[in-house]
């Protein structure tokens, strides 16, 4: 009967739970009037930031907004866009928490894509 309950005691003490939350948005913070109708852009690559913390008891780690930032920062660095007509669109935003007892660990994805336009399409 001892070995039972320490087979359930391990069991809960070794279980964890998690969830996932991803959030489709394309919310530049920019001005810019971008239309994507014609045919004058093309997709260069996919750009990732991840940034992960974890917290104690609910105790440290970073913000979700600060981690959103870092990730974000992760995304313009690869994309290179300095000096180009380029543009990051279909922006996700992945969030992914792991529960372990007293332990939590918080990972944040910033995923998009990076387009380059080709020309300037003439108004009618």
């Known amino acids: 009967m001892k070995k039972i309950y320490l087979f359930f005691l391990l069991t809960l003490l070794f279980t964890g739970c ?3 939350n991803g959030l489709t948005r394309n919310t530049n913070v920019n001005n810019t009037e ?3 109708s014609e045919r004058n852009f093309r997709v260069v ?13 609910g105790l440290g ?18 994309a ?3 000096g180009k007509s380029r543009a990051l669109v279909n922006e996700i935003v992945e969030e992914h928490n792991l529960f372990i ?3 939590n660990r918080r990972k944040i994805t910033v995923t998009a894509q990076l387009i380059e ?5 003439a108004r009618r």
Do not use: C, P, W
């Open 80 to 82: 290179d866009m300095i």
């Open 34 to 36: 971008v239309v994507l």
């Open 101 to 103: 007892l007293i332990y």
């Open 61 to 78: 780690g970073m913000s979700k907004s600060a981690m959103i930032a870092d990730a974000r920062a992760q995304i313009l660095q690869q």
């Open 18 to 20: 998690g969830f996932h």
């Open 45 to 57: 690559s996919n750009v990732q930031g991840t940034s992960e913390t974890f917290y104690i008891f």
């Open 117 to 121: 336009f080709t020309s300037v399409s």
